[in-house]
């Protein structure tokens, strides 16, 4: 991140300029959602889980298994629609507590603080301070097959998205900021 920043603030090559934009609104996108930033050692994933993309999980007893990861990634934003995001978008940024003096973190201007938000995230809520109970994926090209996922548990998934709104809304207001800082001099 701190690269394309430099070349968006520093490089004379248009072309150059336009990547590296294009590169620091993925990632302060992708910074954001807790399991990038975080991955599971244990014994059943000794290699790790990937962010939770080796994790077999279900919303409810009836739902498709999923991975954990993707649950995530859809729990944060589930649709390719953009009216309805820009309605979602507009919707979260007038809720009170999504006031841009409410959100203590802004504070936080530097990446690295970013994912350390994300990984504290990850590790005590996405992953339960380890105790996530969930199925591996165990070779299979994806969690759809894997009977034996388990439910995520109560309260799991309205917490998720509580946070996922907070996160949606704190990288909004960080991209925003950091384009401030990065097109001043353009």
Aim: glycine share 6%.
């Amino acid at each position: 991140m701190a690269e394309n920043e430099s070349v968006v603030k520093n490089e004379n090559d248009r072309e150059r300029k336009a990547i590296a934009l294009a590169w620091l609104f993925h990632l302060v996108g992708d910074i954001h959602q807790p399991l990038h930033a975080a991955q599971l050692f244990t014994i059943e994933y000794p290699n790790g889980d990937r962010g939770g993309n080796e994790i077999c999980v279900r919303v409810t007893q009836a739902g498709q298994p999923m991975d954990l990861h993707r649950f995530w990634d859809g729990v944060i934003t589930s649709s390719s629609n953009v009216t309805r995001l820009r309605n979602e978008a507009a919707a979260l940024r007038n809720r009170q507590e999504f006031q841009r003096s409410r959100l203590t973190e802004l504070a936080s201007t530097d990446f690295e603080s970013w994912s350390k938000e994300s990984f504290e995230i990850a590790t005590k809520i996405a992953y339960q301070n380890g105790g996530l109970i969930g199925s591996s994926r165990a070779g299979n090209k994806d969690c759809t097959t894997v009977t034996a996922a388990p439910v995520l548990p109560a309260g799991y998934v309205a917490s998720a998205s509580r946070i996922a709104d907070r996160r949606m809304i704190l990288a909004g207001y960080r991209l925003a900021d950091l384009l401030t800082r990065v097109t001043s001099k353009l």
